[in-house]
């Protein structure tokens, strides 16, 4: 059965869209059958992570608006089989999202993909409703910082009431997923500490994924870190949040090339 699942934070430069394509990478790696759908209308930075740029043909707004098909628009990656893209456009304006077109590609996707990954805009505008609006369930991306923090608390309200999930009095699952971790300043006070956080937001946490030019590096060469440099220490943190997505138990660690570990052990459904 297909889950939707929603990449989303209340704040701008988290990274968000570099983190749903390391996810959507690590899931496909895994056998399993993902795409990437970007709702970040009039900016579509997804398909420049993906390295898809040049290919974007039709997009999102002309699946919803009926311009295009979904063959038309779905970009499949060239590096795996299993992982497709569905562009934002960049010439259109969020209003062109509509309830029953986005609904019906979400629908159509389900038939397709075993996950659908939807990259949110930042905050809580018409883009972002409609990213988390079919949501199974949700990965929060927070940086170490109280700002960051605390707008994705105004987040995990949203989740609450706006989704589908959340209409029907179901509670929809909610994952923090720990991004420019770097423990030694956390140790200083220079950022939060994860327990701080985890205290704070009180959600499951997914994965703690570690600050690294390796992640800069793999968004300017058009690439998921996954994918990259699948041994560098953010591609193994993404790879074993994925596999927590799956619902395998896998040890939690704060990656480094020494391989530092962190706490106990976690996993997706344990730690819900």
Same mark, same amino acid.
């Given at each position: 059965?297909?889950?939707?699942?929603?990449? =989303? %934070?209340? *704040? @701008?430069?988290? $990274? *968000?869209?570099? +983190?749903?394509?390391?996810? $959507?990478?690590?899931?496909? !790696?895994? @056998? !399993?059958?993902?795409?990437?759908?970007?709702?970040?209308? @009039? #900016? /579509?930075?997804?398909?420049?992570?993906?390295?898809?740029? /040049?290919?974007?043909?039709?997009d999102l707004i002309n699946v919803v608006q009926g311009d295009a098909n979904l063959n038309q628009a779905l970009i499949r990656d060239k590096r795996i089989d299993t992982l497709s893209l569905l562009p934002a456009s960049q010439t259109r304006d969020k209003d062109a999202l509509t309830a029953e077109g986005v609904e019906r590609v979400v629908n159509e996707l389900k038939g397709r993909f075993d996950w659908i990954i939807c990259d949110s805009p930042a905050g809580i505008e018409r883009g972002a409703y409609f990213a988390m609006r079919h949501a199974d369930l949700a990965v929060i991306v927070t940086n170490p910082e109280v700002s960051s923090v605390r707008d994705s608390d105004r987040i995990i309200g949203l989740l609450d009431s706006k989704t589908e999930k959340a209409e029907r009095g179901e509670t929809i699952e909610k994952l923090l997923l720990l991004t420019r971790y770097d423990p030694v300043r956390a140790e200083r006070g220079d950022m939060l500490?994860?327990?701080?956080? #985890?205290?704070?937001?009180?959600? %499951? #946490?997914? $994965?703690?994924? &570690?600050?690294? &030019?390796?992640?800069? *590096?793999? %968004?300017? #060469?058009? +690439? &998921?870190? =996954?994918l990259s440099n699948p041994i560098s220490a953010p591609a193994r943190a993404y790879a074993d949040a994925a596999r927590r997505l799956r619902g395998e138990t896998i040890q939690m660690t704060v990656p480094s090339e020494k391989k530092r570990f962190f706490g106990n052990l976690f996993g997706r459904r344990a730690a819900a």
């Open positions: 059965m297909a889950e939707v699942l929603v990449v =989303t %934070s209340g *704040k @701008g430069g988290v $990274g *968000k869209t570099t +983190s749903t394509a390391a996810l $959507g990478a690590a899931l496909a !790696q895994t @056998g !399993q059958s993902v795409v990437v759908v970007d709702f970040d209308v @009039g #900016l /579509r930075n997804l398909d420049l992570v993906m390295g898809a740029e /040049r290919r974007v043909v039709y500490k994860v327990d701080d956080v #985890l205290e704070i937001l009180s959600i %499951s #946490l997914l $994965g703690i994924i &570690p600050e690294s &030019p390796e992640v800069l *590096k793999a %968004s300017n #060469l058009g +690439s &998921p870190v =996954t």
